[in-house]
């Protein structure tokens, strides 16, 4: 369990370097649009990753809950941050992969609507 926070603490310094390259490195070569859509995939990423280390932490819900919310999450912060990463800083084009963001937004979804579920459901 200490394994996996120090996994996510360490992405969330890589957030935060990257955040910071964005804001100082990236103004100048990426134009408003794509650096609007860099600064989402920051804030997506780490405010998934707070929830990460959140649910890691969390003593009242089963070890099969985190690993599922861990793969949801984890998932979808690859799948969309990652994605627009990929296509903001190289020449990728996101229209041959144009589904993978999206995909990635589901699973976050997911992973917020099947942690729902689960209080929901303690609550009956």
């Known amino acids: 369990m200490n394994r996996t926070k120090g996994i996510i603490s ?14 100082h490195a990236l103004e100048k070569t990426l134009s408003q649009s794509d650096l609007k859509a860099y600064e989402t995939a920051i804030y997506y ?37 990652g994605s627009i990463f990929l296509f903001k800083l190289t020449s990728l084009s996101a229209k041959s992969l144009w589904f993978i963001t999206p995909l990635g937004g589901i699973l976050l979804i997911g992973g917020w609507f099947y942690l729902a579920y689960t209080y929901f459901k303690q609550t009956q």
């Open 45 to 81: 990423q780490m405010f998934h990753l707070i929830l990460l280390l959140w649910v890691n932490s969390q003593t009242a819900l089963s070890a099969k809950l985190v690993k599922r919310l861990n793969v949801l999450f984890g998932l979808g912060i690859l799948f969309f941050s």
């Open 10 to 23: 360490f992405f969330g310094g890589v957030t935060v370097i990257m955040g910071a390259m964005g804001s």
